[in-house]
């Protein structure tokens, strides 16, 4: 099982938004609703974020929203803050009853 | 409040085994699917295996044949035998409650580092 595709970084100035993308296949994105995303700061463990492509547990602001287009998935944080700075990856259950993470993308606010 | 707290990391030499724990506790343990994900230094997450509440197994190809997770629910505890380790082994190996078909609640990981 192949990783997901993400871009390796992105940027964004405080208050912008920005978009990550997750591309997967059939076998994954693209066949299931369980697409997750995880925020990660250095030395940290992962944080859940988004599940099921577009639920946000309780706790995580509405800046943060999820969506899924055929194969993509997609993260967007609106209202850029300092604190977003991270690194994030997407996930996803396969069709081989395994899960597969992106290779991850590195935010960083301006 | 959930908590997580996994043990028996350490050095090992290639070809050798290791037995990780994690120590669950602020949930109800034995509803839950758990999960082992690890992180080499630097790189992103590899999600190494997963049991069911029924303890029904998954892995991927990397791990299968060689790492098997398992659970004890009386004792509120999930494990990782790793055999046959390899220098590619070498990690942060994160315990997590699966949810939702996610992976939601981390523990702050054990480290396995394989060398000679």
């Known amino acids: 099982q192949s990783a997901l595709t993400q871009p390796a970084s992105v940027s964004g100035s405080p208050g912008q938004s920005i978009t990550i993308s997750c591309t997967g296949t059939?076998?994954?994105?693209?066949?299931?609703?369980?697409v997750s995303w995880y925020q990660q700061h250095p030395g940290k463990a992962p944080k859940l974020m988004i599940y099921e492509v577009s639920n946000r547990p309780s706790g995580v602001p509405d800046r943060f929203s999820g969506s899924k287009s055929g194969n993509t998935a997609s993260l967007t944080i609106s209202g850029l803050q300092a604190e977003d700075e991270a690194d994030y990856y997407c996930s996803s259950y396969t069709s081989s009853s395994t899960w597969v993470f992106g290779g991850g993308t590195k935010l960083t606010v301006l | 409040e959930v908590q997580l707290v996994e043990s028996g990391g350490g050095l090992v030499q290639p070809g050798g085994s290791l037995r990780l724990s994690c120590a669950a506790s602020?949930?109800?343990?034995?509803?839950?699917?758990m999960h082992w994900v690890r992180q080499a230094t630097g790189k992103g997450l590899e999600w190494v295996s997963a049991i069911g509440t029924a303890g029904d197994t998954y892995y991927p190809g990397s791990v299968k044949g060689r790492f098997t997770i398992s659970r004890e629910n009386a004792k509120n505890s999930l494990y990782l035998q790793m055999n046959s380790l390899r220098a590619g082994d070498t990690a942060v190996y994160y315990c997590a409650r699966g949810a939702h078909g996610a992976i939601g609640d981390w523990g702050q990981g054990t480290l396995v580092t394989v060398s000679s």
């Open positions: 059939s076998s994954d994105v693209g066949g299931y609703n369980y």
């Open positions: 602020g949930f109800t343990f034995s509803s839950y699917d």
